[in-house]
């Protein structure tokens, strides 16, 4: 009757001294402070999705990315066909389809003033911009489209071209060609070879075995992103801003840049032999339109802000089980070490204090940048954390090891991802040396302890 409370006692005060058992609550205990991590995730990834919807009501109101295409030049044709009446007799008319020419020389010049729309703690990148656009077009080859000279209309000829979003223009655009002016007018019938196109009417029938020389200018304002077609024979761009961040993007790199504080400057310079579109074509007037077409002629610059604090408050968010690891075994081994006991339920506060960080650094770096914010919320958790163990161990000096290795932990984790580039290279270093320093520390440990 005696040797039950006994047994009773020797199990529970072997429950008590245990490591195994210790380090199997520790590891339940990782599995359970996942789940508030990927609660923090989403507040991340909805944080990041509010301010996307910030910039885009912006960019709505103020005006969109902007992509500049065009002139492309268009005569109308006469066209002798022949066709099947409803009595099946075959039958003639005449129709009337259109002739494209894209340009032989198109120059582009832009000036870029920008400046930064605040909505809330969102920022959101605009700029005024005026953009000079001149060249020729050469002389169709009609032998080559098996077209008349005598077919041609030219007195009907147009001009076209377009931007993404007309709310951005300032000013009418008006078009000079052949000494010529005429105000551009948004087309809305089914010719058009834009979704957004502008065009302006010549006679060009004093012209027929010339080239015809085109300009114009169009004032006009966007956001975020400033874009061209490559649809010259032969295209040059250059473009100047005051940002002093850019990011060239699209299929072609400039082939000069500078980049400076005040600023930045680049030219392109490219040939029509790798454009996806021929110099010439008749009757197809979704060409310029498609998709994959559009996306290997496009070119130019974006003007993102240059921190995305939620993109690497994200990105050190997925490093939290590893710092919840190490801390948790670094405590472990203080307290095996040390032979000083942690309740469990002291584990939990400080994994819990682990992940307000990632709210803290969120919340921070919001309102005064991530790098800023990495510092205030690493030295807060730091300190609480170092503060805690010196009161549970009733040592000084333990306490501040203790901190000074969690310290190590966090500038790991930033140093990580600031050098993206090697962010594998040195996080397995690091790990090799945490894992070597642990199998040296675990040496002290009595695994058969009960």
Request: hydrophobic share 45%; charged share 20%.
């Amino acid at each position: 009757m005696l040797e039950q409370p006994e047994q009773k006692n020797g199990f529970m005060d072997w429950l008590k001294e245990s490591v195994t058992v210790k380090l199997f609550f520790i590891g339940a205990l990782i599995l359970v402070l996942l789940i508030p991590s990927s609660l923090v995730e989403n507040l991340i990834n909805e944080r990041a999705t509010r301010q996307e919807e910030m910039m885009k009501d912006v960019s709505d109101k103020w005006s969109g990315s902007q992509l500049i295409a065009g002139p492309v030049l268009i005569i109308p044709y006469q066209k002798h066909v022949k066709y099947l009446d409803n009595e099946q007799k075959e039958k003639e008319k005449d129709v009337v389809e259109n002739l494209y020419v894209l340009p032989d020389d198109l120059h582009i010049k832009a000036e870029l003033k920008t400046e930064i729309l605040h909505r809330g703690i969102f920022d959101v990148v605009v700029y005024n911009t005026l953009v000079k656009v001149s060249g020729n077009f050469a002389k169709a080859d009609l032998n080559a489209l098996s077209i008349s000279p005598d077919q041609l209309i030219l007195s009907k000829s147009k001009i076209t071209f377009s931007i993404s979003d007309l709310k951005g223009l300032k000013t009418n655009p008006v078009v000079t060609t052949m000494g010529k002016s005429s105000t551009a007018e948004p087309s809305f019938n089914g010719d058009t070879l834009f979704n957004n196109g502008l065009q302006a009417g010549f006679d060009l029938s004093a012209s027929k075995d010339s080239e015809v020389s085109f300009n114009y200018s169009l004032d006009l304002k966007g956001s975020q992103e400033l874009s061209f077609l490559h649809l010259g024979k032969t295209t040059n761009v250059e473009v100047n801003g005051n940002w002093s961040s850019p990011s060239f993007d699209g299929r072609y790199l400039p082939e000069t840049r500078k980049i400076d504080d005040k600023g930045f400057s680049a030219k392109w310079h490219m040939l029509y032999y790798n454009r996806p579109y021929p110099q010439q074509w008749t009757g197809d007037n979704s060409m310029l339109n498609n998709r994959k077409k559009q996306q290997d002629a496009t070119f130019g610059i974006k003007l993102r802000l240059p921190v995305d604090q939620y993109q690497k408050t994200m990105r050190t968010s997925k490093y939290s089980l590893l710092i919840i690891i190490l801390t948790f075994i670094s405590l472990f081994l203080t307290e095996v070490i040390r032979k000083q006991k942690v309740h469990a339920f002291n584990y939990l506060l400080i994994g819990a204090a682990m992940i307000i960080y990632y709210s803290l650094l969120l919340s921070f770096s919001e309102q005064i940048g991530f790098n800023l914010a990495y510092l205030v919320a690493s030295a807060a958790t730091v300190s609480l954390i170092t503060i805690f163990i010196g009161s549970l161990l009733k040592n000084k000096g333990a306490a501040l090891l203790f901190g000074f290795i969690l310290s190590v932990f966090y500038i790991f984790i930033y140093v990580i991802i600031q050098l993206e580039d090697f962010a594998l290279m040195i996080g397995s270093i690091a790990l090799f040396i945490i894992v070597a320093l642990l199998m040296y520390f675990s040496r002290k440990i009595n695994w058969d302890k009960h």
